[in-house]
DNA sequence: CAGTGAGCGAGCTTCCGCTTGACTT
């Protein structure tokens, strides 16, 4: 045991500077947080200066009670947490929690695992900063009064387990904005034109591509243009090139690594994540929850080796990266592979993936700009004073481009690749091979990916690189958004062509508004947000977060006491809460859409107990039936002839082997029901037209099937041996047994069974 | 798992930020 007890919040880097520091040093992990707010109660005194009472919860007790007898035989504690908001507070309860005296307790902080910079933070240790304490008490304090009061409201006025925060309810809330953005735009056409040339001189195949840079907005004065470009002499009127530069973007951080597995892999939030931890647990990367684009200076020194080697000194530049995200703390480097000299590592699938991304990222950050030469050429006629322009983009030196190309979050990136133009020059003249006015319909704003909603709310300041992922998860798992897919519509559009001098009208499709991997709001969500709105305008706001920042900042500079701050805000919210609860009615987003056709009875649809629903009659009608909307369905854009399909479902069409056959659309899609068992419909087929003969077809396929799985039947127990998905399993009514290692299925005895069974070698569900 | 849309109302649910397990399917 060393006489130094060295405590740091991850085990992981526990691990490496222990390596570091030598045999007088023992490293220990707090393993984050060590005591919380209680988990149940609100747990502040919000009569006596909003005290805390803080925990130790039990998956820390442990951790807790192994720190404490290490304590014990140490001569000197070293309180080595991040340093930002949170690593003081770690210290500052460490040193609570253990009891630790001033005389023998050292407060430490280093930004990168290196030798060098973990020595240095040795030579100079602080005290611990309690103003900067006191503001994650005020931060803590603030998150838990506005999700433990608010919470409640909804359980009460909207559904129970339904939740609200600081965070999560804005990023619903941007969801919700942007669909009703989306919602609201009104799609423009403009006609677009566009045209081919071969250049004097050139070979016939030689075709370059330039369009007016002016749209039109009617089809009638594209055909102007087009008409008075019949016959008309074109020439070059001017080259123009630009010498310009692109940068390298910087290093990955949480957020940014986040968007480029996203695009890049197509990789979810938590499938990140957990490729990441992997790669941090195994050493392979720095940290992977940080905020900052800073390298180490070793790590810089060992990307310009590395390029020197692979590509040479000419793209070998080195830089340090300036982090502009609003709030960053900068407690840690930027992720980046801890040898940068590993190209490739030893690990799963996603995991060696994710490292080349880290890798390129990171050495590409440290390499040369890249030089390009921009080209614009202008094609004019005295025919119209509108200009064709080509444009293009010449590569002269690649430098980081050789390596990494950060991908865009805009769905039709057309430049991308690389136009490479002829040699042309002024006065020159080009034969029009033909030109067209296309129509081009204006772009609705894009709905979020998981990706691109964490760079909105980073952007905003609103989150931790140790939230974003959770939050995303959280707002999905209270049903407030769903990721998912949509289709697309087809749409028409218009074109005009001016070939071999005549003009010719064309009428063409293109698929439009598919959407993949998105998140949509879902009504909870839209009627949580709305009800939030209305009542607490101030928490939801999305400038709310920026305006506490600052007061937290002020705490830390010691200008403001904690209490003092918390009070402002509590006061007044809480007496909101306390008159919600009282005036304001359950929410239910009610919508009246007209009568329906058949009994002139009412049709409306709201939010019910199990979800949305529509109703045909009024709530004092006996005979007023429901129907639950479908996926994708929102009460506040459905409509009456929607709704009224809903009802013609479920549908019975007739009658086979003494039982009922009914088509429906359920919550796995549309079924046809016979005799109990249920039969799912495929794309082929639509519940509201299918006919009795098809259906049966289905059931007796179905059923073929199904008898297939079984492999051993005891009917007079109710016990089956049955195929499923993980292979073979017992069936028990409702209870699912595994079948012990290397047993043949088919040759259980019951006597067998029943013990498989009494043993209990239950399986969830 | 393919339904429900009301009822006596017990007892429960919930936040944001730090950090990893110990689990089955």
Do not use: V
């Given at each position: 045991m060393g006489e130094n007890l060295v405590i740091v919040e991850s085990p992981a880097k526990a691990k490496t500077i222990e390596k570091f520091l030598g045999k007088d040093y023992s490293v220990k992990s707090s393993f984050g947080h060590i005591r919380d707010l209680s988990e149940k109660k609100l747990g502040i005194d919000t009569d006596n200066g909003y005290k805390p009472e803080y925990l130790i919860s039990d998956n820390k007790k442990k951790v807790v009670s192994e720190l404490k007898s290490l304590v014990k035989k140490a001569d000197k504690v070293w309180?080595?947490?991040?340093?930002?908001r949170e690593g003081e507070a770690i210290a500052w309860h460490l040193k609570e929690v253990l009891e630790l005296e001033e005389a023998r307790t050292r407060r430490i902080v280093f930004h990168e695992i290196t030798k060098d910079a973990i020595l240095e933070a040795i030579k100079n240790p602080r005290d611990l900063d309690m103003n900067l304490v006191m503001a994650q008490q005020a931060r803590r304090v603030l998150d838990r009064l506005v999700g433990f009061e608010l919470s409640p409201v909804l359980w009460k006025k909207v559904k129970p387990r339904l939740s609200a925060g600081r965070v999560q309810s804005v990023a619903v809330r941007l969801i919700v904005d942007r669909e009703r953005e989306i919602r609201s735009f009104n799609s423009k056409s403009q006609f677009r034109i566009e045209a081919e040339f071969n250049p004097e001189g050139?070979?016939?195949?030689v075709k370059v591509t330039a369009a007016l840079d002016e749209k039109f907005d009617t089809e009638e004065r594209a055909e102007n243009i087009l008409k008075k470009c019949i016959g008309a002499d074109f020439a070059i009127v001017s080259v123009e090139e630009k010498e310009s530069k692109r940068t390298p973007p910087p290093p990955f951080t949480t957020s940014t690594l986040q968007q480029e597995a996203s695009r890049k892999l197509g990789f979810s939030l938590n499938q990140t994540m957990k490729a990441a931890q992997n790669l941090y647990e195994a050493g392979f990367i720095t940290y992977m929850r940080t905020d900052s684009t800073n390298l180490s200076k070793l790590a810089i020194g060992s990307a310009k080796q590395v390029i020197t080697d692979l590509f040479g000194k000419e793209y070998s530049r080195p830089r340090q990266y300036a982090t502009m995200t609003k709030g960053a703390q900068e407690a840690h480097e930027a992720i980046r592979p801890t040898y940068i000299s590993n190209q490739e590592v030893d690990a799963g699938a996603a995991e060696k993936r994710l490292y080349t991304l880290i890798w390129k990222r990171c050495v590409a950050s440290q390499m040369a700009d890249a030089d390009i030469i921009k080209t614009e050429i202008a094609i004019g006629t005295d025919r119209i004073k509108e200009q064709f322009i080509a444009r293009a983009d010449r590569v002269v030196f690649d430098g980081f481009l050789k390596l990494y190309t950060e991908s865009s979050d805009e769905e039709n990136s057309e430049n991308s690749g690389e136009i490479r133009l002829p040699e042309l020059k002024t006065g020159q003249a080009m034969y029009p091979l033909i030109i067209k006015a296309t129509e081009r319909f204006t772009q609705k704003p894009p709905r979020y990916t998981e990706a691109s909603l964490v760079k909105k709310l980073e952007e905003m300041g609103i989150g931790r690189p140790s939230t974003y992922a959770p939050t995303i998860s959280t707002i999905l798992q209270r049903g407030y958004v769903i990721k998912e897919s949509r289709p697309g519509q087809v749409r028409e559009y218009r074109e005009l062509r001016l070939e071999s001098e005549k003009i010719t009208r064309h009428s063409l499709k293109e698929n439009w508004g598919a959407e993949k991997n998105k998140l949509f709001p879902e009504d909870i969500g839209i009627l949580v947000n709305d009800f939030l709105i209305e009542n607490f305008s101030s928490v939801i706001d999305y400038g709310f977060t920026a305006k506490v920042e600052e007061e937290f900042d002020s705490i830390a500079a010691g200008k403001l006491s904690w209490n003092k701050v918390i009070d402002k805000f509590y006061k007044p919210f809480h007496t909101i809460v306390e008159t919600t609860l009282q005036q304001s009615r359950p929410a239910a987003m009610e919508r009246v859409l007209g009568n329906d056709p058949k009994s002139g009875k009412i049709v409306s649809v709201r939010m019910g107990r199990f979800g949305p629903l529509a109703q045909i009659g009024g709530s004092d009608d006996p005979d007023k039936r429901f129907v639950s909307l479908a996926k994708g369905q929102l009460i506040e854009t459905i409509t009456l002839e929607e709704v009224l399909r809903l009802f013609e479902l479920p549908r019975n069409i007739g009658e086979y082997k003494g039982s009922e056959v009914t088509a429906a659309i359920g919550r796995f899609g549309p079924y046809i029901r016979h005799a109990g068992n249920f039969v799912s419909l495929g794309k082929e087929d639509d519940p509201r037209t299918i006919e009795l003969g098809r259906a049966i077809e289905l059931i007796d396929a179905h059923q073929k099937k199904e008898a297939d799985k079984v492999l051993l039947a005891f009917p007079e127990k109710g016990i089956s041996v049955l195929n499923g998905r993980y292979g073979p399993y017992i069936k028990r009514g409702k209870e699912n047994f595994r079948i012990p290692k290397g047993r043949d299925p088919k040759a259980l005895t019951i006597e067998e069974i029943t013990t498989i069974i009494e043993k209990g070698g239950k399986t969830k569900k």
């Open positions: 309180l080595a947490s991040d340093e930002d050139t070979k016939p195949t």
